[in-house]
């Protein structure tokens, strides 16, 4: 049944190519390390050109075929409760049709403890979100995908990277397990690979600014949780990197000539 399955998806797939059929969307949901950023608009709030702040997001569409139509819904400072409860949740789903695929990347800012509109606690209510996220997804015909939060850049005294998500991460992969749906593990991928370029050379990963590089900002920026322009780009690839090492038929939409 599961070959079957793969073999009708492919000739939709080839169907959506020749006919020119309308394009698979796939949506992403999240925080301000997936987001979309106006990066005008912040240089000129800074005073600056090319603000480098990036959600890996905003990279993504790169590695995407012409016949996907992507949607970033990662939205600043957004729990898994308050990308519901403010509304965001309702605008993505108005949007998504059968055969659709939709990231999900929540876990930052469910850990603000003292934030009653965006804390969960993670093997309960955090858990009971991002189900409820794939569920109504299922119920669309479409494709949830889970991601794992990406790593802080915070190290411990002998320069290993700390882990600073705790049971967020943990419970997303469970419940990938659980559900049997694809998970993109970007703190996996992240703590590997800042761990692998230590403690220098990961700061080009990450929101730093010198000092007057913008003038709003004359004692510059060090940001160790957003990523900078090459950050994004380098998860952006992680991502696709996961999607096609994976059983998510979303690997079909991959330009894979992208990741040479």
């Not at 600073?164 to 419970?171: A, C, E, F, I, R």
């Not at 380098?234 to 939409?253: C, G, H, N, Q, T």
Request: hydrophobic share 35%; proline share 2%; aromatic share 10%.
């Amino acid at each position: 049944m599961k070959l079957v399955n793969e073999l009708a998806f492919v000739l939709l797939l080839i169907s959506v190519v020749s006919c020119g059929s309308s394009k698979i969307n796939v949506f992403s949901i999240g925080d301000s390390t997936m987001a979309q950023y106006d990066v005008e608009k912040l240089s000129k709030k800074y005073g600056g050109d090319n603000y480098p702040l990036r959600g890996w997001g905003m990279a993504l569409p790169y590695f995407l075929k012409d016949n996907v139509n992507y949607v970033n819904g990662g939205k600043s400072g957004y729990s898994s409760k308050s990308y519901r409860s403010r509304g965001s949740w309702d605008e993505i789903k108005s949007q998504i049709k059968k055969g659709d695929f939709v990231i999900i990347q929540f876990g930052h800012n469910d850990q603000k403890i003292n934030d009653a509109k965006r804390y969960t606690e993670a093997n309960t209510e955090f858990k009971d979100n991002l189900r409820n996220y794939i569920h109504e997804v299922q119920a669309l015909k479409a494709h949830p995908i889970l991601a794992t939060s990406i790593a802080r850049r915070v190290f411990n005294e002998e320069g290993e990277l700390k882990d600073s998500h705790g049971d967020y991460v943990k419970v997303t992969r469970q419940l990938a397990d659980e559900e049997g749906i694809p998970l993109i593990d970007l703190n996996q991928q992240t703590t590997d690979y800042i761990n692998k370029i230590g403690v220098d050379q990961s700061t080009s990963m990450f929101l730093h600014l010198d000092e007057n590089e913008f003038s709003g900002l004359p004692d510059g920026l060090i940001d160790n949780t957003h990523l900078s322009i090459e950050g994004a780009e380098l998860v952006a690839k992680m991502a696709v990197i996961e999607i096609v090492d994976s059983p998510s038929k979303l690997r079909y939409f991959i330009d894979k000539s992208k990741l040479k």
